[in-house]
């Protein structure tokens, strides 16, 4: 079975610009969420979500957001740009939100770099 | 506000020797705590969750407490190994609609030979 699979791997985009993530559940994964990883720090909770719909969020600017499509992959976005949004966003996998005592399964993460 | 202290600087272990990794936390009452291992450049991968009615849990050579009067989890590696050098993070999780892990900053351990 694949795992969690992200797209695209490294990107590189300038200030001010937009950029899509992509990400991929593990095959019968109803529940999707996004985490930022900036170097030397440990992940950071952006969205939750499940069955498409938002389940929550966490402490980051509207410049972030998300949706979860009827095939459970799922897309954040982020708009306009600043070099602080440089880090490896991971995307976590998990069967639904009440079955927390399974852990989640993390994709290899998109590495994104703002110039 | 919620805090999670993990050891920032770097474990460094003989092999064969038992890791011990500690990870406090203030301002939370987590229904979970859970284990993570990660690579450099890859995502973080699950080892071990204890929930906040048990007091120890065991994988194989990987053991777990969780005191909840302390606020602390100890994370052990027992006969360690090279293959297990990599960066420890713990993470806590509550009840609530959402399920949001919020993480420490990671312990990196050196097995060496």
Redesign the interface.
Known sequence: DAG?TQSPTHLIKTRGQQVTLRCSPISGHK?V?W?QQVL??????IF?YYEKEE????NFPDRFSARQFPNYSSELNVNALLLGDSA?Y?C?S?LD?GR??????????T?LTVV | SQKIEQNSEALNIQEGKTATLTCNYTNYSPAYLQWYRQDPGRGPVFLLLIRENEKEKRKERLKVTFDTTLKQSLFHITASQPADSATYLCALDGTGTASKLTFGTGTRLQVTL
């Open positions: 969690v529940s969420s985490y030397g720090q440990g992940p950071q909770f939750q389940r929550g969020r966490g490896l991971l976590a998990s939100v927390r005592q399974l852990g989640y399964t993390f994709g290899s993460g590495r």
